[in-house]
């Protein structure tokens, strides 16, 4: 699988932007798309993820309410769509996709395939 993502910028604080990741090399079904994110200084956490089958979702507490994961089967990408941006949202956002038990899924370990990675910067 071939992850690539776009989509990422500068934004003020209470701004939106939508990322976007596309999948290639193999079908996702029964696969875990997630994105998680890095700051400089800091370690890669965990944001949100999906279920490629059945669209189940699984945010952190820092996003939930503000971020909203969806796929689109027909164009094989994942999108994050960011609301109400605040200066601490900004990291290096990573898509990453695999076959990941859901209790797994806020592990980046657990995933086999990454995109390259989509600077966001939000300031205040």
């Known amino acids: 699988v071939q992850l690539q993502a776009s989509g990422g910028g500068m934004v003020q604080a209470g701004g939106s932007l939508r990322l976007s990741c596309a999948a290639s090399?193999?079908?996702?079904?029964?696969?875990?798309m997630a994105w998680f994110r890095q700051a400089p200084g800091k370690e890669r956490e965990f944001a949100a993820a999906t279920n490629w089958g059945s669209g189940s979702t699984d945010y952190a507490d820092s996003v939930k309410g503000r971020f909203t994961i969806s796929r689109d089967s027909a164009k094989n990408t994942v999108a994050l769509q960011m609301n109400s941006l605040k200066p601490e949202d900004t990291a290096v956002y990573y898509c990453a996709a695999g076959q990941v038990p859901v209790v797994l899924w806020r592990w980046s370990s657990r995933y086999d395939y990454w995109g390259q990675g989509t600077q966001v910067t939000v300031s205040s």
């Open positions: 090399g193999r079908t996702l079904s029964g696969y875990t």
